[in-house]
Nanobody, 125 residues
């Protein structure tokens, strides 16, 4: 399985970006897919995720109401629509996939995920 992110860029505060993560390869069944980010000097943190085959989604408190995760099954692509961007949203954004069930408490634990993309940079000024 490979994950390839795109859609990052530079935007002014209050603007919007839409990230995409293409999932290729079907060696594994996948359980959930999440977006993480890593800000300079900070640990990687979860942003949003969903359970494949389910309508359930989850978000970090810092992005609730501003970010929306979605899945296009026909394109095998996960999107992260980011609105009302703030300078503190500046980070490298990563897509990650968990191939086995995870506990709700582990939804944003990076070690629970098996496959990672290389990331796409988002800069908000």
């Amino acid at each position: 399985v490979q994950l390839v992110e795109s859609g990052g860029g530079s935007v002014q505060a209050g603007g919007a970006l839409k990230l995409a993560c293409v999932v290729s390869g079907y060696e594994w069944n996948y359980y959930c897919i999440s977006w993480f980010r890593q800000r300079p000097g900070k640990e990687r943190e979860g942003v949003a995720g969903f359970y494949v085959g389910d309508t359930g989604t989850y978000y970090a408190d810092s992005v609730k109401g501003r970010f929306t995760i979605s899945w296009d099954n026909a394109k095998n692509t996960v999107y992260l629509q980011m609105n009302s961007l703030k300078p503190e949203d500046t980070a490298m954004y990563y897509c990650a996939l968990a191939a086995s069930p995870i506990r709700v408490s582990d939804e944003f634990r990076p070690s629970a995920y098996n496959v990672w993309g290389r990331g796409t940079q988002v800069t908000v000024s």
